[in-house]
């Protein structure tokens, strides 16, 4: 049980957020850049109200991301990861951040009403643009996850792998890094393939994947692989979609192939891990029907749809749990 200071010190933690979202709204990281500069000079070149301008800045100074020498600002060695301009930005990330506050903000009226009663859905991804800046910062944030969850699996046996929903192919290039043999079919929207197909050849693996366009909840999964992956895709769908899902994924695999599900997973009870029961609230708000799960309920959608011996891999704190199960094998006579 938390202590009462650590409660409100809980609640306060909303003036921090927003301090550091809004200095990604305004793009200061970018704007201070390399450069030594005062509050004036930047409020004078972007039009900001100065005195407003200062009193976030030097709370920034406070949270470790600016130094402040004679009334002058300047990154630091954490903060220049933010500015748009540096080649590992994860600026879109902080700006991802920043579109679920409006969303939060209506979680009292879903707990008291239900679902549906929050703001008009948008998303991050809503331009090409805004989707190239989104997707290439979870490819940054999520390259040493996926390497060591690639290298937590023994998939030797294996011969083609399916990426479903695979974005810019930071799973497909970690899984094809560790297993030589192995090749791959990665699967997402038109508008996603061709960043995929730059980040697959700028790592030296095109040759490894075929890239197929297509929209998994409306069209049928390329067929001919003995392995599926559906990475982070789980917790946007309800169960139901799940299950239609998993259906098309039974169905594409080769008998005996295995699906591979990287997500949340949660106790039974839903309170552990901490992450996942956040994350349970981002996708009441967020999605129509999205959630996380317990490996019961996963288990159970995967019989449904006709998958066996689901198993829990991987058990973790963060998005790191890998389920598996296997599609029948085909009957000798």
């Known amino acids: 049980m938390e202590r009462k200071e650590d409660i409100m010190e809980a609640a306060r933690g909303f003036m ?15 704007i201070i850049g390399d450069s030594l500069v005062s509050a004036e000079k930047i409020a004078a070149g972007s039009g900001f109200d100065r005195r407003a301008l200062e009193r976030v800045l030097d709370c920034l100074v406070t949270f470790g991301l600016l130094l402040k020498e004679e009334g002058a600002y ?18 879109p990330m902080l700006l991802h951040m920043s579109h679920l506050w409006p969303r939060w903000s209506d979680l009292t009226e879903i707990v008291r009403k239900g679902p549906g009663h929050q703001r008009k859905p948008g998303g991050p991804m809503e331009d090409t643009e805004s989707r190239r800046a989104f997707i290439g910062a979870m490819h940054v944030v999520a390259r040493t996850l996926s390497e060591e969850i690639a290298g937590s699996l023994e998939l030797s046996g294996y011969r083609k792998m399916l990426d479903i929903g695979g974005g810019s192919g930071t799973y497909t290039i970690a899984f094809l890094k560790r297993n030589p043999p192995l090749k791959a079919i990665l699967f ?3 508008e996603v393939i061709p960043m995929a197909r730059e980040r697959l050849s700028s790592e030296g693996l095109l040759d490894r994947v075929e890239l197929a ?6 069209d049928d999964l390329p067929a001919g692989c003995d392995l599926a992956l559906l990475s982070a895709i789980i917790h946007q769908n309800s169960r139901q979609q799940n299950q239609e899902l998993f259906r098309k994924a039974y169905l594409a695999l080769d008998p005996g192939g295995m ?20 994350f349970s609230i981002n996708m009441l708000v967020m999605t129509p029907g999205g959630g996380t799960y317990s490996f019961h309920e996963v288990a159970q959608d995967l019989e449904n749809a006709g998958f066996i011996d689901a198993r829990l891999i991987r058990s973790g704190e963060k998005m790191d749990c890998i389920v598996g199960a296997i599609k029948k094998p085909r009957l000798n006579r």
């Open 16 to 30: 921090r957020s927003r301090i550091i979202l809004t200095a990604a709204e305004l793009d200061l990281f970018t």
């Open 74 to 91: 300047s990154l630091t060695d954490e903060s220049v990861r933010y500015s748009s301009k540096h080649p590992a930005s994860v600026l």
């Open 188 to 190: 997402d929207l038109q």
């Open 213 to 218: 366009a297509g929209d998994f909840y409306a």
């Open 259 to 278: 699906l591979l599900i990287r997500d949340h997973i949660m106790n039974e009870q839903r309170t552990w891990p901490p992450d996942g029961t956040l």
